[in-house]
């Protein structure tokens, strides 16, 4: 843990209590409201050097320290994209942070494509793992043996099952597939989606992978969930845009919150 992080956590204990966390929770692209449902402090990520300054329409650049359900948890509202920075460890800080804080696992959320019929925009998909189809990773330059981390069940299996009993609980079907990381900015044209699809992806987005590497890195459980805004490139004749993406996020945001809160309320 760098000495940064434990002083950025001090600062935001003195804030927001001294209580540990328990969950970290990165909000999507259109997601940004679920933030307002904890009741908390929240802190600008201006007031925390060395956090990104999410330039990314659709996100809400705040932590935010307080209770969902009874359990302490750490908001992310918004999240740094290699696109944005050409760095693949921006949201290492953060991350860093929230691992100081005390929190056992994080859940991460995005938008994203589907290639899968049966995963409609709208839906929501539980990652169960992953293809870092940019070839990019945080941890390059990271010079300590701790680099070489294991990623296989890195999409933890104990909270998928807590997951998907959460979604039961609320009558809500949650599929289970795996994430194509793609660098973006630009869309994937249809050929890179068939070749993704070929590869095994069920989704893909912009997002997630590298902050997934990084929580295992720093020893955080870890559980993702994509918001199903639109079929990937090729797949239908819908137009693909930032603006589409974000008007169909919130199809999906509902779902998400009741999910997350039965979960929260289940532990
Ligand atoms: N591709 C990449 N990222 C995305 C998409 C997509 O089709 N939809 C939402 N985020």
Redesign the pocket.
């Known amino acids: 843990m760098s000495r940064n992080a434990e002083d950025l956590a001090r600062q935001i204990r003195d804030r927001a209590g001294a209580a540990p966390v328990r969950f970290g929770l990165v909000l999507g ?1 259109g997601l940004g409201h679920l933030a307002e449902a904890v009741d908390g402090v929240a802190i600008d990520y201006a007031e925390l050097p060395g956090f990104p300054h999410a330039g990314v329409s659709g996100h809400n650049p705040k932590l935010v320290i307080g209770d969902l359900e009874g359990v302490r948890v750490a908001v992310f509202g918004g999240r740094s994209h290699y696109y944005e920075s050409g760095r693949g460890d921006a949201m290492r800080l953060p991350l860093e942070v929230l691992a100081a804080l005390g929190a056992e696992a994080l859940i991460l959320t ?5 290639m899968r019929a049966d995963i409609p925009p709208g839906e929501l998909m539980l990652l169960n793992d992953h293809i870092n189809f940019s070839g990019l990773n945080p941890l390059i330059g990271e010079p300590t043996d701790r680099r070489f981390v294991p990623m296989a069940d890195a999409y933890d299996p104990g909270l998928r099952k807590a997951l998907q009993s959460a979604a039961a609980h609320e009558g809500l079907n949650l599929e289970q597939g795996v994430y194509a990381w ?1 660098s ?1 900015p630009s ?2 044209t249809p050929a890179e ?1 068939r070749a993704i699809r070929t590869l095994g992806a069920d989704a ?4 997630t992978v590298p902050e997934v590497i990084l929580a295992r890195f720093l020893g955080l459980r870890v559980a993702a969930i994509s918001t ?6 090729g797949m239908s004749d819908e137009k ?1 845009s930032h603006e ?2 974000k008007a169909m996020a919130p199809l999906g945001a509902g779902k998400l919150e009741r999910i997350l809160r039965r979960f929260l309320k289940n532990l």
């Open positions: 692209s995005n938008a994203a494509g589907s793609y973006g869309f994937e989606i893909v987005g912009m997002s199903i805004t639109n079929m990937a490139a693909i589409h993406t």
